[in-house]
C-alpha cells in the first residue's frame, strides 16, 4: 500500500493519505451520518431524500452521493429516488438511470476501443525507435 500526503477531498486538511481520498476525521463523519440514515430509513422505509435529509441532517446532496457511490444501498426504499443525471428519470444508484446507464456503457465501449487502437499505434512507434533485434 502506497502512503502519501494528499488534501482531503472533503475538508482539505492535509492527511496520510492510505488508500481514500478523505481524511480519518472525515470518514468517521462520514461512517456516522451513514449509520444515522440507515436507522432512520430502518423507522421511515418510505421516507424520501428530503424527509431523511429533514430527519437526520445529513444534506440532501450528501445523501445523494452516499448512494451514488454505492455506500447507501437502497433496498426496500422505494422513494429513496433522485433525478438520473442526464435524463432526469427517477433512479436509485449510480449517477444515471438504467437506460442512460447502459447507453454509456456502450459510448465509452465504442471510446476505449478507439482508444486502443490509437494507445497500440504509439506503442508501436516507441518499439520501432529504439529497439533493434540482436539476431
Ligand atoms: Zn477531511
Ligand atoms: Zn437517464
Known amino acids: 500500500m502506497t502512503v502519501a500526503i494528499a488534501n482531503c477531498r472533503r475538508c482539505g ?3 496520510n493519505r492510505v488508500g481514500r481520498d478523505i481524511c480519518p476525521a472525515c470518514v468517521k463523519d462520514e461512517d456516522e451520518k451513514l ?3 440507515r436507522a432512520y ?6 421516507a424520501n431524500i428530503y424527509e431523511v435529509a429533514k430527519g ?9 452521493q ?3 457511490d454505492g455506500r447507501l444501498l437502497l433496498r426496500n426504499n422505494p422513494n ?6 442526464r435524463c432526469g428519470t427517477p ?3 449510480g449517477r444515471l438511470c438504467a437506460n442512460c446507464a447502459k447507453e454509456m456503457g456502450r459510448a465509452l465501449e465504442r471510446d476505449m476501443r478507439a482508444r486502443d487502437d490509437r494507445g497500440l499505434e504509439a506503442n508501436d512507434q516507441g518499439r520501432g525507435k529504439g529497439y533493434y533485434s540482436k539476431s
Do not use: K, N
Not at 430509513?41 to 418510505?46: C, E, G, M, N, V
Not at 441532517?57 to 445523501?63: A, G, L, N, R, T
Open 56 to 64: 437526520t441532517d445529513v444534506s440532501y446532496d450528501e445523501i445523494v
Open 35 to 37: 449509520a444515522t440514515i
Open 13 to 15: 486538511r492535509l492527511f
Open 91 to 93: 433512479t436509485q444508484s
Open 80 to 85: 429513496m429516488v433522485y433525478p438520473c443525471e
Open 41 to 46: 430509513l430502518r423507522q421511515h422505509p418510505l
Open 66 to 68: 452516499f448512494i451514488r
